[in-house]
Structures are given as C-alpha cells and as structure tokens.
C-alpha cells in the first residue's frame, strides 16, 4: 500500500515542482526586466532642467527643453527612477501633466521605491480627481505650444543651414538658441531672460494662463 500510495502521489509531486520552477523563473525575468530599466536611469543636466521647470511652474522652460531635446526626454528617468510625471504629481502641476499626458508617459511606471507618479500628489483622493480632469482639460493646448515652438526651433535650423551661424550646444544637449536679430544686442539679452520664446509664443502661453485663472474663479 505505501509503494502505491508513493507512485500515485508522484504526478503530483512532479507537477508542483514544475509549477514552483516556472514561478520562479517568472520572478527572475521580471528582476532581469527591471534591472534592465534601470540601466537606463541617470541623472543628466537636462533631466535637472525639467525638475527645476516643473518644480517652478515654469512651462515654457520645460517646452523648450523638450522641443530642443526630443520629446523622448518626457520619458526620462533620474538615478531615483523618477522623472516629469513624477514631479507634475509631487508640485501639482496640471499643465505639465497634461502636457505629458499628449506625450502618452507612462502613468503606471515606479521609480526605485516601487511607487507610481500619482503617489507623490500631497493631497487626497477627490484633489487629485480634480488634479486629473484639470490637466485632461488642457491636453490640446499644452500639444499645442509644444509643436508651436519646434516649429520656430525647425525654423532657425534651416536657417542656420542656409548660412547663418550654428548655435552652440549648451550643457546638457540642449542648445541656446537666439531668436532676437544679430543686430540688436539689447532685445537679445531680454530673449534670452524669457527662455528664448517669441512674441507669439508668448501671447498665447498668456491666453492658456488667463483661461485657467478664469476657470478656477
């Protein structure tokens, strides 16, 4: 009775070791998955800038690093594992959100903790419901003001290629591009304290603000 006991419980035996050696070969590819993401994990100038801009409710700051840098950079992840949607959520920042919300970041991310960018918002529930919807709301017009300035930053390469001067690459890979004339030195220096945006650009990032104070009244 024992020998047959022992051979009918074999299968089962086997099958349990079977099933513990594919859960465990499961948990390794998913530390090798994570591993590999965090390979790509650093901190950069650039990565600083758009901490400094969100941080700061700096909008056109943060545009013109993305507009310069590729819009790849919205995806970029500091030595923390945390990057832009990270930090929209921590400073309440709608509009970045909504702006990273276009470029499709990944809400469901974790940084080096395990935690997810909406973790980071200091409020409760029903604020970052509000939080949401606000940046949904604003979506189009952040897509908006982000392809309006690569479009003047397309503008000044092809000019450069016709003949004027290069721009230099600032630290960082994120070029300093003068959009005031040559011969005016005194409107370039107010340009580069606007961070380089035009009149148009400008007028318009005005328009979005006036809209949200309106809408928060």
């Known amino acids: 009775h024992v020998i047959s006991v022992c051979i009918a419980r074999r299968p089962l035996l086997r099958r349990s070791f079977l099933t513990a050696a594919l859960t465990e070969m499961r948990l390794l590819l998913s530390l090798l998955v994570g591993l590999a ?17 969100t941080s700061s409710s700096d909008l056109d700051g943060l545009i013109q690093v993305l507009a310069q840098g590729g819009r790849d950079m919205a995806h970029a992840r500091s030595a923390d594992g945390r990057g832009p949607l990270f930090w929209a959520y921590e400073y309440k ?8 919300t276009h470029l499709e970041v990944d809400e ?9 960018p909406s973790e980071f918002f200091p ?11 606000k940046a949904s709301a604003r979506s189009e017009d952040m ?5 309006d300035r690569e479009d003047e930053i397309a503008t000044y390469y092809e000019s ?3 003949g004027m001067d290069e721009p230099e690459m600032a630290e960082g890979g994120v070029d300093e591009i003068d959009y005031a004339d040559d011969e005016d030195d005194e409107d370039e220096d107010e340009d580069e304290e606007a961070s380089g945006a035009t009149a148009a650009h ?7 603000r006036a809209r949200a104070r309106k809408d928060e009244i």
């Open 160 to 162: 450069a290629d016709d």
């Open 108 to 116: 469901t991310a974790e940084d080096a903790d395990g935690k997810r």
């Open 123 to 133: 409020d409760g529930e029903e604020e970052l419901a509000d939080f949401g919807a």
């Open 202 to 208: 400008k007028a318009k990032l005005e328009e979005l």
């Open 37 to 53: 993401a965090c390979e790509d994990w650093a901190d950069s100038p650039a990565l600083t800038k758009m901490w400094e801009t």
């Open 143 to 147: 897509a908006e003001l982000l392809k």
């Open 93 to 100: 920042n709608s509009d970045v959100l909504a702006l990273l």
